[in-house]
């Protein structure tokens, strides 16, 4: 069996290839499997990690903000994709792969439409709940769409090759118990609260914690670990200083979070934007949060994944311009005092979960192999 996998940009995109990589190769030992993605883009250094083939095209993305700086990038970026098309048929020919799947980003488009018009079967992964540009184009001429939820599904300009797997997650997920995780931690009992940017943190979201952390040490029984990011130190240590507050055995502030699933499985509330992986490792581990997405995201696709959480009740939703001190702590308070509603957000959090998405995503991909 021979597969290439194109995905770049985000984790939202890189880790669900590589999970889908890990399924292939534990079921078919001897599959040649190939990734393409964006040279110098996050993609090449964790796919390259995790021992797999990586070839990299030069490719740019499109500024919809029409400068004469970002015309001449847009120039380039056509430019780019001319010259990914020729490469990604020359590539098609050489591996010969049986199926050819994308996980979004730029290099999805030359390389899945290069794919389907040589007559090679395709199907692309959403893991958004409003899809992409790349996803919307790529749906009208791939054999399927496969797509994180039946949110996704009216965006599309064709439906009938639509099928709902959820997100893939690795199957190296260390997912524990509450009093385990809180145990490897090294923390206390009490509600635990986990809040978190992105890896280069939002400013916004550290000020309006650290606002409430005097709050939280007159609780008593709060412990807190927060990623301020890594644009976000000397931020963060002004607003330590502004509110009077510091590290201690409950608050634990770090510049990245490098076990984030312990922290998770540790978590009774979580604090955070609304990424796919992010999404999708909230219901893995049945956790609630309030979500703020990320407002610069492309198409605001956080806020539509931010939604489908709200409206199951598994999260509460403030968008980006709504959030202030005062909010966060009032939404905060009123969970750490309802202990019932915040276990049923948990609880539907966990309904949303496709525990067998990995197997969803592969079993679609090898029946297409077969026909």
């Known amino acids: 069996m021979r597969v290439i996998l194109a995905a770049g940009g985000t984790a939202g995109h890189i880790n669900p290839a590589l999970a889908i990589a890990d399924k292939i190769k534990l079921l078919f030992p001897d599959a040649a499997i190939k990734f393409v993605g964006a040279e110098g883009g996050m993609e090449e250094k964790l796919i390259r990690k995790a021992g797999y083939d990586f070839t990299a095209f030069k490719m740019a993305g499109f500024q919809r903000k029409l400068t004469p700086h970002n015309i001449k990038r847009n120039i380039q970026a056509v430019h780019y994709y001319i010259t990914a098309k020729g490469y990604a048929q020359k590539l098609l020919k050489e591996f010969a792969p049986d199926v050819v799947v994308g996980t979004g980003g730029y290099v999805c488009a030359p390389v899945l439409n290069a794919a389907a018009k040589m007559g090679i079967k395709t199907?692309?992964?959403?893991?958004?709940?409003?899809?992409?540009?790349?996803?919307?184009?790529l749906s009208k001429v791939v054999d399927k769409v496969l797509v994180a939820n039946e949110d996704v599904i009216p965006h599309l300009p064709r439906k009938e090759n639509c099928v709902i797997t959820g997100n893939p997650l690795r199957s190296n997920i260390p997912i524990i118990e509450r009093e385990a995780a809180l145990k490897e931690l090294g923390l206390p009992g009490g509600m635990t609260i986990v809040s978190f940017g992105g890896s280069l943190g939002a400013n916004k979201i550290s000020e309006s914690v650290v606002a409430m952390l005097g709050w939280e040490k007159e609780a008593g029984d709060i412990n807190h670990i927060?990623?301020?990011?890594?644009?976000?130190?000397?931020?963060?240590?002004?607003l330590l200083k502004?509110?009077?507050?510091?590290?201690?055995?409950?608050?634990?502030?770090?510049?990245?979070?490098?076990?984030?699933?312990?922290?998770?499985?540790?978590?009774?509330?979580?604090?955070?934007?609304?990424?796919?992986?992010?999404?999708?490792?909230?219901?893995?581990?049945?956790?609630?949060?309030?979500?703020?997405?990320?407002?610069?995201?492309?198409?605001?696709?956080?806020?539509?994944?931010?939604l489908t959480m709200s409206k199951n009740g598994a999260a509460i939703l403030i968008e980006d311009k709504d959030l202030t001190k005062e909010r966060l702590l009032e939404e905060v308070k009123a969970l750490y005092n309802d202990r019932t509603r915040l276990a049923e957000m948990g609880e539907n959090a966990a309904k949303l979960h496709i525990p067998d998405s990995t197997d969803r995503v592969v079993g679609n991909i090898l029946d297409l192999v077969k026909t």
């Open 242 to 306: 502004q509110y009077n507050v510091e590290p201690g055995e409950r608050f634990r502030p770090r510049e990245y979070i490098d076990n984030m699933y312990t922290c998770l499985c540790a978590a009774d509330l979580v604090i955070s934007r609304a990424g796919a992986m992010t999404l999708t490792e909230l219901k893995a581990t049945g956790r609630p949060a309030i979500l703020i997405p990320f407002p610069q995201a492309a198409e605001n696709h956080q806020y539509y994944n931010a």
């Open 123 to 137: 199907a692309i992964h959403e893991s958004n709940s409003l899809p992409g540009i790349t996803t919307t184009m």
């Open 226 to 238: 927060h990623s301020y990011g890594g644009n976000g130190k000397d931020m963060f240590d002004g």
